[in-house]
């Protein structure tokens, strides 16, 4: 493999405080601890030499390997092929039993055996604390080893598996700062391995009985969650494995989901375009609960609700508004964007920390939040008085300040615009508010909201749609469309089959889809104050697939679902972004694409049993549709 392998080479495993990338060589190149959103211990992803690795190969070059997920759970098998034998990697990292508790220790467990032959296998460790920034000492004993931050937390080396004349053959040396071993593995033998604990005390002997309860309790735990999904339609292996990553996603003790696993994976190479998206954006989360929730897991979107009525209560927005954009997993709010001294991902810098555009206004974030709790209320979560009152401070801010310019749902940077998402999401705000003011009976001022909801609907129709372009466009006094406006008919602003919604779906059609895949927008056509381009919007594609299948082009839908499972990786993983041969790009795994492959999904499922059960009727639309 390359010295930076490419971002679909790799599959996740977590324990929902944490995450870590494996790639297909079986190095794990990414992990921050104790949380998503820590420093990270191994980065090489984003810089082969400092950012340090945890590798586990075949000494010999001449070997090829295959990944796949053990079954039904997030554990991650990697396979050795050579002439002279197969090995495996099982790795994993149990789920914290007390996963409501944040913890400083955290367990990646690498479990091999030798399916035939005898393979030799040599692991390195090389950890880089602090995104390579602080040193360390390293002490190696018989039973493993202790990496010891300067000042800060350590890392213990636990070994398992045989104590006989076996391990006479494994070779232990330090190797700079970390440590190299290899030894040798016959058919037959699987219970050797090692355990990465952070904050793990002194090296221990484990046996292998040990490794092997590590791994059934937590192949016990992801076959009972997934056993919990509702759905039974046609693409169940896709949405469960996009339900599963999402799992991974969150950060099980606030119940609050990070936009992606990474930072400063590049939406093109060599670009500038490199993001830090370990944290949680109002938006994602809100639509990633919606989509778990549409699956069955009533939990998650509970847990989420609460974490963002707490948000809520704080109004800690300032001037861009009660709320913020994003926040960290744990709520709190400090995200100052620095760039690491890191090489980048093929050259692609800066790699950057924290985030920027976290005090930007984004109008569309009210939407998107209202919407998640008016669903939570629907399922049987009604909001408490409390929350209520502070709710309906929000949506009288809401009321008074959305005729403004603001920065919009891509987090450009090149100016604030009158743009016709974040105005259509203030409608959805003030229509969800609406609806369950009047359902509870709860006070608010529904006089004004309605008043302030219909100006809105009238200002976009007017506005926002642009009669020489015919469609809806990006923003106010352009004839340029935009993606995120696929969501318009999803959400019950414009119904599906009004005309000027099929012919804002033709201009779609036309500036920004490729082959199937689509683009958020055109950098070229709308500057966004940053250099370079960029490659297809996956979650946009999938909210594509979405709007076709509700507006009566179903089978073009089934057709570009099916191309787009083309793009994911080896594993059904997807990131931010395909580039322009298929490729890969942004950070990795992406939530805003597997939610939206969930929704699609479900969708699609719901018209074609709709076309099946009503074939007549479903043609009809679909004659008037191409007739419009």
């Known amino acids: 493999m390359e010295r930076y392998p490419n971002i679909s080479d790799h599959g996740i495993i977590g324990d929902l405080q944490t995450c870590a990338l494996v790639s297909t060589d079986g190095t794990v190149d990414f992990f921050c601890c104790p949380r998503f959103d820590s420093p990270s211990l191994f980065a090489s992803l984003l810089d082969a030499e400092r950012g340090g690795h945890f590798s586990i190969k075949p000494v010999s070059d001449g070997y090829v390997s295959r990944q796949l997920y053990f079954p039904d759970t997030a554990m991650l098998i990697t396979r050795f092929m050579t002439p002279d034998g197969v090995g495996e990697v099982l790795d994993f990292m149990p789920v914290i039993e007390s996963g ?29 604390f602090d995104y390579g920034r602080a040193g360390h000492t390293v002490e190696i004993s018989a039973d493993g080893a202790v990496f010891r931050q300067h000042g800060g937390m350590h890392l213990t080396l636990h070994t398992a598996g045989r104590r006989d004349a076996a391990e006479e053959r494994a070779s232990v040396e330090r190797a700079g700062d970390g440590l190299r071993a290899t030894f040798t593995m016959r058919e037959g033998e699987s219970g050797r391995g090692v355990v ?11 046996t292998a009985a040990e490794l092997d309860q590590l791994a059934e309790e937590t192949a016990a735990f992801w076959k009972e969650w997934l056993g919990r999904s509702t759905y039974m339609g046609r693409w169940r292996e896709v949405v469960n494995r996009s339900a599963m990553t999402l799992k991974l996603l969150t950060y099980e003790p606030a119940g609050a989901p990070v936009a992606a696993a990474t930072f400063g994976l590049p939406e093109q190479a060599g670009g500038e375009r490199n993001w830090d998206y370990r944290f949680t954006w109002i938006r994602d989360g809100s639509l990633t609960m919606h989509a778990l ?61 924290g985030n920027g555009a976290a005090d930007q206004l984004q109008l569309d974030i009210y939407g998107e939040a209202m919407d998640a709790l008016y669903d939570s209320a629907g399922q049987g979560l009604p909001i408490a008085h409390r929350g209520w009152q502070e709710l309906t401070k929000i949506i009288d801010w809401v009321a008074d300040h959305w005729d403004q310019p603001d920065e919009g749902v891509w987090e450009t940077r090149g100016g604030r615009q009158d743009f016709t998402y974040g105005r259509f999401q203030c409608w959805v705000a003030l229509d969800r508010a609406i609806r369950m003011a009047e359902h509870t009976g709860r006070p608010a001022n529904i006089a004004k909201w309605a008043i302030e909801r219909d100006r809105l609907y009238n200002q976009i129709m007017e506005r926002g749609w642009n009669p020489v372009a015919r469609a809806f466009t990006q923003h106010y006094g352009t004839d340029v469309v935009d993606s995120s406006l696929l969501l318009m008919p999803l959400e019950g602003f414009v119904a599906p089959q009004d005309p000027m919604w099929l012919s804002t779906l033709r201009a779609i059609d036309r500036q920004l889809v490729s082959d199937s895949l689509v683009y958020r927008y055109n950098p070229a056509a709308s500057p966004d104050g940053l250099h370079g381009d960029e490659g297809t919007f996956s979650l946009c594609t999938f909210l594509y697939v979405d709007a076709l299948a509700r507006s009566g082009r179903l089978d073009e839908a089934v057709l570009t679902f099916e191309k787009m499972q083309t793009y994911g990786n080896h594993l059904g993983l ?41 074939p007549d009727r479903v043609a009809a639309i679909e004659q008037i549709v191409a007739a419009v």
């Not at 960290?328 to 790699?351: A, M, T």
């Not at 950070?587 to 009503?614: C, G, K, V």
């Open 574 to 614: 997807f990131s931010e972004e395909i580039g322009p041969t298929g490729e890969q790009l942004g950070n990795f795994p992406q939530a805003f694409t597997h939610l939206s492959l969930i929704n699609a999904a479900i969708t699609l499922n719901r018209e074609l049993d709709r076309r099946a059960a009503h």
């Open 293 to 353: 929730a549409g699956l069955g897991y009533l939990v998650e979107s509970a847990r989420f609700s609460f974490w963002l009525r707490d948000r809520v209560s704080e109004h800690v927005g300032g001037a861009s508004g009660p709320l913020k954009i994003m926040y960290r997993v744990d709520g709190s709010s400090e995200l100052s964007e620095e760039n690491l001294d890191f090489e980048g991902w093929r050259g692609s810098r800066p790699v950057r920390i």
């Open 196 to 206: 990465l604990e952070s904050m793990g005390g002194a090296p221990r002997a484990m």
């Open 100 to 128: 409501a508790t944040p913890t400083d220790r955290h367990r990646l467990v690498r479990h091999l055996r030798v399916a035939r032959g005898t393979m030799r296998f040599e692991m390195e460790i090389q950890p880089r």
